[in-house]
């Protein structure tokens, strides 16, 4: 249990951090982040504190859906905008095109990493997760389908608010799923088994 809830701190804090990556990177960033920045655009309320907001929002369309929150999907969705907002406190922004390439790179890996911790510590998924999950479950359509129609909604709101939309968005699009495939079973702590029942004499 003590590695599990390491594991769990320990993947939402770099999930944070790798945000504040891409988000200085400069070059697009993550679907929900664009509209992360597109409201704080126009509220001006930073970017983690939205990104809390954003989360209650979407664990609020979890009710109609019948999806069940677990500690790590609650702790998700308070810790993630913090420790994004410390990232965008430590890293400078207005680089040079070459570094913010590079710390694109690093979110990028930084994020398959930290999801396959989070996921891998077996608390539940994140609060977005859960949405795509829950519409799958309760609608039948297929995983693709339910996650390719809410990205693009997000990112549609999020663009038309001034979001942050370049070719990192299509590269984040492309290429987190096949790097969490990759770092998920890295990561994905085994669960013992139920003891069996012994009878009693």
Request: hydrophobic share 55%.
């Amino acid at each position: 249990m003590t590695r599990r809830i390491t594991q769990l701190l320990i993947g939402l804090f770099l999930y944070g951090i790798g945000i504040a990556l891409i988000v200085r990177g400069g070059i697009g960033v993550a679907p929900w982040d664009v509209l992360t920045q597109g409201i704080d655009n126009h509220t001006h309320l930073g970017f983690g504190l939205i990104t809390i907001l954003t989360s209650a929002v979407v664990l609020v369309l979890w009710i109609p859906i019948r999806q069940k929150p677990g500690s790590g999907t609650l702790l998700n969705a308070v810790l993630v905008g913090p420790a994004a907002d410390v990232g965008l406190w430590l890293i400078p922004a207005d680089l040079d095109l070459w570094l913010r390439v590079l710390l694109f790179a690093a979110g990028l890996m930084m994020i398959a990493v930290a999801t396959g911790l989070y996921i891998g510590a077996h608390f539940g998924p994140g609060p977005r997760d859960g949405l795509m999950t829950g519409l799958h479950k309760r609608t039948g359509w297929k995983i693709w389908i339910v996650r390719t129609g809410i990205e693009v909604t997000v990112l549609g709101i999020g663009w038309a608010l001034g979001g942050n939309v370049g070719i990192g968005t299509a590269l984040f699009a492309v290429l987190i799923g096949p790097l969490c495939q990759r770092t998920l079973p890295l990561f994905a702590i085994k669960r013992p088994a139920p003891a069996a029942l012994v009878p009693t004499p």
